[in-house]
Structures are given as C-alpha cells and as structure tokens.
C-alpha cells in the first residue's frame, strides 16, 4: 500500500511563459503549443478531460480526443445518446483540460456547446477506420450491458453486414461537438508552485488577456 503520497513531488523546470510572448488570439496560442506537443511527441497529445455537469447538479468529466479546431472553437465526436450527450443536452456548456506532462504545460477551455453539422459529422465518421465504424454502430455508449459477448457479438454481425462496403452510413446517435470558447487559460509548470498563467477572457467578441497568479 502507497503511504507517502504527500511526498510525491516534481519540480517543473521545462520552460517560462510571458504574456507579452503570447498570441493575442487565444486559438493562435493554442494551435502554437499544440505543435509544440506534437513536436516533442507526446503521446496522445489531443487527448483532453471533458466535464459536464448531470441532472443532479454534480460534475463528472472523462477523456476525450480532439478531432478539430479553429477560431470558431474546438470539436470531438461521441454518441448522441451517450450520459455526456444528455448532460450537454439539459447544460449546453462544458470545461476542457489539456494536460501535457513532457512539457509541463496545461491549457483550460470553457464555453458553450453545440453539435456540428450531419455532414460535418459523417465527413469525419467515414474517415475513421472501419472498424471504428462498426464499433459506433454496435455500441449503446454508456447503457449497462450483460457481458462483453454482447458488444463482440454485435461487431461480428455488422462486420458480416458491411462485409462488402468500404465505409459504413453515419449512425443518427452519432456526431460531433463543437466547444465554443469563453475563457481560455494556458498554464506553464514553475518551480516552487510559482507556475505561469495567462489567461483569455472573451468579453463583447473581443479577447482580453490577464496575468493570473499561481
């Protein structure tokens, strides 16, 4: 058993971030530490955390990938009938957490939500590959199941199905996402806790950005 939890510490020593260095368009920063991370190969580098909030007023959040962005926001793709689809139904806003260790970088994301067009969605849902294709088709995201043997089942119907077709028809449960941003927040890990913040705030279609303190 772990007993020295508190104990565990990492100083972060990778870099400084000035405010006077960054873009004045939180997108453009953005899409400049994106490639940052992808240059210094970190693993999985669109993941990000997701929280909605549930019906009874308490957050739940999980990973997600980023499957796009640009200045009007950034998009990813799940299932429509999905538990994150029925809270960002009822609440249509949601926070996003990049956290990228190698670089001792983090950037948060808050806005309003809203879906992407059908063709948008099945553009990107026959770019996937096939097998992804059929694993939408075949899962109730979120719904208690009886066994695994159910999900396998169902694949090994529908691959038998779509046995001849290259891609397969866009699910009506399925589709994108697009996280329209208010707030943007890029974090760079400091020694002693004494982290850089600097952050954007959207206020009458116009970007201000702030210094924030650790």
């Given at each position: 058993?772990?007993?020295?939890?508190?104990?565990?510490?990492?100083?972060?020593?990778?870099a400084t971030l000035d405010i006077a260095d960054t873009a004045a368009?939180?997108?453009?920063?953005?899409?400049?530490?994106?490639?940052?991370?992808?240059?210094?190969?970190?693993?999985?580098p669109n993941a990000f955390t997701l929280a909605t909030i549930n019906?009874?007023?308490?957050?739940?959040?999980?990973?997600?990938?980023?499957?796009?962005?640009?200045?009007?926001?950034?998009?990813?793709?799940?299932?429509?009938?999905?538990?994150?689809?029925?809270?960002?139904?009822?609440?249509?806003?949601?926070?996003?957490?990049?956290?990228?260790?190698?670089?001792?970088?983090?950037?948060?994301?808050?806005?309003?939500?809203?879906?992407?067009?059908?063709?948008?969605?099945?553009?990107?849902?026959?770019?996937?590959?096939?097998?992804?294709?059929?694993?939408?088709?075949?899962?109730?995201?979120?719904?208690?199941?009886?066994?695994?043997?159910?999900?396998?089942?169902?694949?090994?119907?529908?691959?038998?199905?779509?046995?001849?077709?290259?891609?397969?028809?866009?699910?009506?449960?399925?589709?994108?996402?697009?996280?329209?941003?208010?707030?943007?927040?890029?974090?760079?890990?400091?020694?002693?806790?004494?982290?850089?913040?600097?952050?954007?705030?959207?206020?009458?279609?116009?970007?201000?950005?702030?210094?924030?303190?650790?």
């Amino acid at each position: 058993m772990i007993k020295n939890v508190a104990d565990l510490r990492q100083e972060y020593t990778a870099a400084t971030l000035d405010i006077a260095d960054t873009a004045a368009n939180p997108i453009d920063q953005f899409e400049h530490w994106f490639a940052d991370a992808i240059r210094a190969e970190v693993k999985e580098p669109n993941a990000f955390t997701l929280a909605t909030i549930n019906a009874a007023g308490r957050p739940r959040a999980r990973v997600v990938l980023l499957k796009g962005f640009d200045h009007d926001g950034f998009v990813f793709y799940t299932n429509y009938s999905s538990a994150k689809a029925a809270e960002l139904l009822a609440q249509p806003y949601a926070a996003m957490n990049f956290f990228w260790y190698d670089l001792e970088r983090q950037v948060r994301i808050e806005g309003k939500i809203e879906k992407v067009s059908v063709e948008t969605s099945r553009e990107y849902f026959q770019s996937r590959p096939k097998t992804s294709q059929i694993g939408a088709w075949a899962s109730p995201q979120s719904n208690v199941i009886t066994d695994r043997a159910v999900l396998d089942a169902e694949m090994e119907r529908l691959s038998q199905q779509y046995a001849s077709e290259e891609v397969l028809p866009l699910p009506p449960h399925w589709g994108g996402y697009l996280i329209r941003p208010d707030l943007i927040e890029f974090w760079q890990g400091r020694r002693s806790r004494l982290h850089d913040r600097v952050q954007y705030r959207l206020e009458h279609g116009q970007w201000l950005k702030e210094l924030l303190a650790p």
